[in-house]
């Protein structure tokens, strides 16, 4: 049995799917990009405010599910360039604490949607 997770603090879906899927106790959420859910825009001033703004997105919908970042088990980071996974991962980390941080990979990919330079997704048990 599945349960649809949605909130209005994250961004709603641009196609067919939902901000997350609550299967038994884990939670899958789609990937997230830089939109403000509030004005729709997309947040790319700097790679710090737009992987602030993926963290964000993902942590209103950790909250609709009753989740917070510890609950977070493994995430996945695609990136437009490599040479920003500095920045990415110095933001990225701050959500989480070092010693009980997600398994993760970090993949560079060609694109992302609406052109964006970071997507982020993770899994999450409760």
């Avoid at 509030?38 to 209103?60: F, P, R």
């Avoid at 604490?97 to 949607?113: G, S």
């Amino acid at each position: 049995m599945k349960k649809i997770i949605f909130t209005e603090k994250a961004p709603a879906p641009i196609g067919p799917y939902n901000q997350a899927v609550l299967s038994g106790n884990t939670l899958y959420a789609s990937g997230q990009i830089a939109i403000n859910p509030a004005s729709g825009e997309l947040v790319t001033d700097n790679i710090n405010d737009e992987t602030k703004q993926v963290m964000e997105n993902i942590a209103a919908i950790l909250e609709a599910a009753d989740m917070t970042f510890e609950n977070v088990v493994k995430a996945t980071i695609f990136i437009m360039d490599m040479n920003n996974f500095g920045a990415i991962n110095t933001v990225y980390g701050s959500y989480f604490n070092e010693k009980t941080a997600p398994a993760r990979e970090t993949v560079q990919v060609a694109c992302l949607p609406k052109n964006v330079n970071v997507e982020i997704s993770i899994i999450a048990v409760q």
